[in-house]
């Protein structure tokens, strides 16, 4: 198809088809006149189709992340307030000098500013406050729904913040990012592998106990060869039991072995990176006749080594081999990208198009643990804007 013109005449904005879109077409859609004030959303379907790129469809799709940080997730701004706040140096004094540190180099630069962020955080009106600027990034990037993998433990022992007051304060924030921004937050509440296993069942116990008030999920993360799932055997029991479904990283750091763990000890329903299954062709088989979703996070494997640069990395391999791929930024901030990069480096990088996109995007959705009824209408609200956007339709399973 030829491509158009969007021309500004007189404060009014047209859209001009070229002779050759036409042509042979005696009922090719007329691309109308619009006023600035409405813009480009006030165009017809067709003609918002012509003009569109795929990178302002990346951005103008609605989204769904399902493998996000919450304390990764917090803008250079909000730590500099929370340093200021709390009366805690930090190792930059401006703004710019503080993006600059911010600016992933390895991995130790990483856990250093991700202990740092940790250490910022003091009261539980800073955890309601990374809340809400992270629901302002999201709903920026028309990320309608967001799983957040939550630390509460760190905060507990560190800071002696209960959980149920955690727990409220990102209630007020989910309520508000709802209500003002309209963006849907649910919480993954992990157990850190390094911690004791009593303490394990600890986080279980506040996630189990929390269910319906927000939690949908109990985590698992950290070091993956040091602590495997079955030190923590009798937690994963014990959510099973109520019905709490286990969503582990495996399959990251570590190898095969990881992921299998994951499946037989954790139970798990979807596997949080998963990308080196690919190492075991009977795990790819167990992991496609199941269909159990893997979290793939692209730039976080590339700056943490698990692949040496994005043309090395397997996602299209996992398509390809049936596998249920969801893209997700994991600690955005940290690895300076967005959920929107994500799928523009996936697009240039491997040639994926606006169907390849969105498939992705719906294999969140359906991904999701929102119980069936919530799950059914979001289903229902993201094709409904996909064909808005697109003209077509998709039910996922990318």
Sequence with gaps: MGRGLLIRVGGRVAVIMPLSTLSGRAHAPQCETVSPQVGWDSLSASCRMAHMTLADFARRMPKAELHVHL???????????????????LPATTLEELQSWYRFTDFANFVDVYLTLSECIHTI??????????????????ILYSEVTYTAYTHYIQKGLVFEEQLAALNRARAWGEEALGTQMRLIIDIPREVPADEGR?????????????????????????????????AFVMAQQ?????????????GPNSIWSALRTCSAVRIGHGVRCLEDPALVEELRERQIPLEVCP???????????????????????????????DDPTLFDTTLTDEYLKIAAGFGFDRQ???????????ASLLDPGEKATMIESFESQLVTIHGTSSSGMA
């Design 125 to 142: 009106e800073d955890i309601e406050l990374i809340a809400r600027e992270f629901l302002k990034g999201q709903a920026a990037q028309n």
């Design 242 to 254: 109520a019905g709490l479904p286990c969503v582990p990283h495996a399959g990251e750091t570590a």
């Design 71 to 89: 304390e990764g997730a917090v803008r250079p701004e909000t730590l500099l307030q929370l340093s200021r706040r709390n009366n805690i140096p």
């Design 299 to 329: 730039t976080s494997n590339v700056c943490l080594g698990v692949v040496a640069d994005l043309e090395s990395h397997p996602l299209p391999q996992l398509i390809a081999e049936g596998l249920r791929v969801t893209i997700n930024s």
């Design 356 to 366: 390849d996109l969105q498939g992705l995007v719906m294999n969140a959705v359906h």
């Design 202 to 234: 600890m986080t279980t116990e506040w996630a189990i106990g929390a269910m319906g008030d927000g939690v949908v999920g109990l985590g698992l993360g950290g070091p993956e060869g040091e602590h495997p799932p079955e030190k923590f055997a009798e």
